[in-house]
């Protein structure tokens, strides 16, 4: 198994920002034994961490990419720009990751019409803002939108919404104080018919980001006709990743609602109705 990485700005030819300290995408490939098959197809997932658009958790990162590469993804793990910089660099460096992985579909053995994006927290936000915003003037230079434009979104916990009952600091960060972007930039408001499929959880009893959130974005996407599927766990904490031993500790895994670990493969089978599939290349 391969797990090489990638500076995007190198990678796509452009500047990198000053205040910019992220940009790095890390790969999980694992070439399939010739017995299997010559040559597969494996569909492939952008990983965005969480952490308040102040880090980016590793407990959000290697963890969730085994988990899908287990299940015949290629996991991309994208360690963003966080604060000091703000809006627009995370976006544009996710846009950059989008046309990586595009561009080397052929060398990772990735399917380019089957790309999700995955986001935590404000890393939820962030895969929300690539999901509605990649024919925005902010990326229109880096590609395409139609290879901007991930192919279903799955966002886990998110900070979706800017107003109200929110995570105040993830909006701070990203925006530095300016209330104009801060509105502007509420997941809510960005929902249109043209965005991918949504895959949505939250806890009920989440604590640092309500789940107001993710209702509140729910109704949005309702509104706009959006394909959205959406699962509303009774009882865990925020920042629980995949849910087991291999991102968290037993104390925080205590009182956890007993399906939530399944959360995974809830969306691996919402996927699986949208056509993503690993697939032999006679078949592709």
């Known amino acids: 198994m391969e797990m090489p990485t990638f500076d995007v700005y190198e990678a796509c030819g452009l ?14 490939s694992a070439a399939t034994p010739e017995k299997v098959s ?17 880090y980016t958790s590793p407990r959000e990162a290697e963890p969730v990419a085994l988990r899908f590469l287990a299940r015949g993804f290629v996991p991309f793990v994208l360690d963003y720009s966080c604060a000091p910089s703000g809006f627009p660099v995370s976006l544009r460096e996710t846009a950059m990751a989008m046309r990586f992985i595009r561009e080397n579909a052929e060398r990772f053995e990735v399917n380019p019409h089957m790309v999700a994006a ?20 902010e990326v229109s230079d880096i590609a395409p939108a139609e290879t901007l434009r991930p192919d279903a979104l799955a966002l886990c916990y998110p900070v979706a919404v800017s107003w109200g009952r ?15 972007l801060r509105s502007k930039l509420s997941l809510e408001k960005l929902v249109r ?18 789940v107001r959130n993710s209702l509140i974005l729910s109704q949005a996407l309702d509104e706009k006709g959006v394909d959205f599927a959406m699962h509303i766990y009774r009882s865990g904490r925020h920042g ?5 031993p291999m991102s968290c500790a037993a104390t925080i895994l205590q009182g956890i609602s007993g399906d939530l670990p399944g959360w995974v493969e809830e969306m691996i089978r919402f996927l699986a109705e949208k056509g993503f599939a690993v697939q032999d290349c006679a078949e592709a």
């Open 240 to 244: 629980l990743s995949t849910a087991d």
């Open 118 to 137: 995955l986001g935590f927290s404000a890393g939820g936000h962030l895969c929300g803002c690539l999901g509605t915003l990649f024919d925005s003037p």
């Open 15 to 28: 500047e990198r920002p000053r205040e910019a300290l992220g940009g790095q995408l890390r790969v999980w």
């Open 193 to 210: 018919p043209d965005m991918p499929p949504v895959f949505l959880w939250h806890t009920r009893d989440d604590g640092s980001v309500s």
């Open 38 to 54: 010559p040559k597969r197809l494996r569909p492939g997932i952008l990983i965005f961490p969480g952490g308040g658009y102040r």
């Open 166 to 180: 929110t995570h105040d600091d993830s909006f701070a960060a990203l925006t530095q104080g300016d209330d104009v």
